[in-house]
């Protein structure tokens, strides 16, 4: 499907408005492979969207940090067509690029390298973070994801690393384990909300997300606005039964 789209496009914050400098201009934001598919494909509210997304929100600052959005972009260089799997969130358009998603029906072996490599990806996230009770949860959108690229399993063996939880909020429970860091709670809270809360400790397989300096959520400086709940894409930030 052709699309012509802007190069850039003024940079919106998390309510839909027009982020401006300080002489009152619009600051631009140059358009990914995301925002085109979505202009090409998505015409109504509910429309679905040929690029499964975990990291990525249309009201949060793209980071490509999940890579499941990775699609395959062609592009004319000097050199001839050069082809490479770009994540789609954060990879700006050319003119002429061609590009193949994991439902591509004009290049088969491109699409399906697509979804290779972003089920791979899937794989391991559902190998360490997620158990068998969320694979019907409604909200998980990992397991959504998986479903969307037909992983009903994961050839991986799970990490031996537990991060444990934490229930210290009256609020917000943690599960520390299901955490896929994709930094969309981060976003929310400092970003959307300015609370500037939570943040990231440790390296590795310990990786956690972390609220002030590591302290427990419910010793935090934490608001309990739920703003992390409702971004949190698995069951790490979910609220209290009671909420």
């Excluded at 492979?33 to 600052?61: M, Q, R, W």
């Excluded at 992983?151 to 955490?179: E, L, N």
């Amino acid at each position: 499907r052709e699309v012509t789209v802007k190069k850039a496009v003024p940079t919106l914050d998390s309510q839909g408005n027009v982020i401006r400098d300080s002489n009152g201009e619009p600051v631009p934001r140059l358009t990914t492979i995301y925002d085109a598919t979505s202009i090409a494909f998505v015409e109504n509210p509910g429309d679905p969207h040929p690029i499964p997304t975990l990291c990525h929100k249309e009201h949060l600052p793209p980071v490509g940090v999940c890579r499941v959005c990775v699609v395959e972009a062609a592009e004319m260089t000097r050199r001839g067509l050069r082809r490479k799997l770009v994540p789609s969130c954060v990879q700006t358009v050319t003119e002429g690029m061609i590009v193949h998603t994991v439902n591509s029906d004009a290049d088969v072996e491109a699409a399906q390298r697509v979804r290779a490599a972003s089920s791979t990806v899937v794989e391991l996230l559902v190998a360490d973070h997620l158990p068998t009770t969320q694979w019907d949860a409604p909200g998980n959108e990992l397991a959504k994801v998986a479903k969307q690229l037909g992983v009903t399993q994961s050839r991986f063996s799970p990490g031996k690393a537990h991060r444990g939880q934490d229930d210290s909020s009256y609020m917000i429970t943690v599960d520390h384990d299901q955490c896929i860091l994709c930094g969309r709670c981060q976003r929310g809270c400092n970003w959307v909300k300015g609370n500037n809360v939570i943040g990231r400790a440790e390296k590795g397989y310990e990786a956690r997300i972390a609220f002030d300096l590591d302290d427990k959520m419910g010793e935090s400086s934490c608001v309990s606005c739920g703003e992390c709940a409702v971004s949190c894409p698995t069951g790490a930030l979910e609220f209290q039964p009671q909420f």
